[in-house]
Antibody, heavy 121, light 107 residues
């Protein structure tokens, strides 16, 4: 059974940094592209960043380009999101998500439970 | 970047009724890149439909998707109590975008 466990969220001051993790199990982690998607409580979904299966290509939303870095460690079956220069509007629940097999497109068939990030002084 | 507009914002229906949710794209898109998710309060989204009309694993056949070009539809043929939730469409064209969502609530 596929399982994604998000962690690393918390309270951070504006300008600070945080590193999110997503521990994956139940599938061949190195065969699937992954993404981070965030959601302000009570609001809609916003894609943040994606990474291909071997980590050689990364993608970012304009809102986080230059501040966030996505990476993956296949030996640990873990996805990361390094978030720097955090702003109040980065406050959200952050979900990792696994791409569905066979499409070659970022549609997400499994999600983590989410980890909350609050940026506030 | 495509903009996805979902309507209505809220749909008030009774169990057993048919729900029709709309997702309109700002320009014509490939049907291969359109999906639908369901989200309940406090939970992560769940993929329902991929490539416009493909049902994801474990999704009941009362959920169906259709459409092409700029207009896409998610239909729930007979609402079950567990279907009252938020629904989002999603598209990919080099960047991933989500619609603003439709809330299906109990009338």
């Amino acid at each position: 059974e596929v399982h994604l466990v998000d962690s690393g969220g918390g309270l951070v001051r504006p300008g600070g940094s945080l590193r999110l993790s997503c521990a994956a199990s139940g599938f061949t982690f190195s065969s699937f592209a992954m993404s981070w998607v965030r959601q302000v409580p009570g609001k809609g979904l916003e894609w943040v960043s994606g990474i291909n299966d071997d980590g050689s290509n990364t993608y970012y939303a304009d809102s986080v380009q230059g501040r966030f870095i996505i990476s993956r460690d296949k030996s640990k079956n873990t996805l990361f999101l390094q978030m720097n220069s955090l702003r109040a509007d980065d406050t959200a629940i952050y979900y990792c998500a696994k791409e569905i097999a066979g499409l070659g497109r970022p549609l997400f068939d499994h999600w983590g439970q989410g980890t909350p990030v609050t940026v506030s002084s | 970047e495509v903009v996805l507009t979902q309507s209505p914002g809220t749909l008030s229906l009774s169990p057993g009724e048919r729900a029709t949710l709309s997702c309109r794209a700002s320009h014509s898109v490939s049907s291969n890149d359109l999906g639908w998710y369901q989200q309940k309060p406090g939970q992560a989204p769940r993929l329902l439909i991929y490539a416009t009309s493909g049902r994801a694993t474990g999704i009941p056949d009362r959920f169906s998707g259709s459409g092409s070009g700029t207009d896409f539809t998610l239909t729930i043929s007979r609402l079950e109590p567990e279907d009252f939730a938020m629904y989002y469409c999603q598209h990919y064209d080099g960047s991933v975008t989500f619609g603003g969502g439709t809330k299906v609530e109990i009338k």
